[in-house]
């Protein structure tokens, strides 16, 4: 993901750069990130807007079930 920072911290822009990941999941993590704030980047003493990769990666937490021991497949 790329963010666009500006001069006072907010996210001005954020865009996917590279997913498998349908947009069920890729548009909450835009909208989440355009609502951060940061620490804007600083030249000479002076804030500055700043572009930033970020990865994000999802896990599925949920438990697969495991089959049974009797289970046939068929």
């Known amino acids: 993901m790329t963010l666009w920072i500006n001069a006072q911290g907010e996210v001005e822009n954020a865009a996917v750069d590279e ?10 993590a835009v909208e989440a990130f355009k609502r951060l704030r ?3 980047g600083e ?3 002076r804030s500055v807007g700043s ?3 970020i990865e994000v990666t999802y896990e599925d937490e949920r438990a697969l ?3 049974s021991a ?3 497949s068929g």
Do not use: H, N, S
Request: without cysteine; glycine residues 16%.
């Open 51 to 53: 572009i930033m990769k």
């Open 65 to 67: 079930p495991l089959p």
């Open 70 to 72: 009797g289970a046939v």
């Open 38 to 40: 940061f620490r804007p």
């Open 43 to 45: 030249l000479g003493g």
């Open 19 to 28: 997913t498998e990941l349908p947009g069920l999941f890729t548009r909450p």
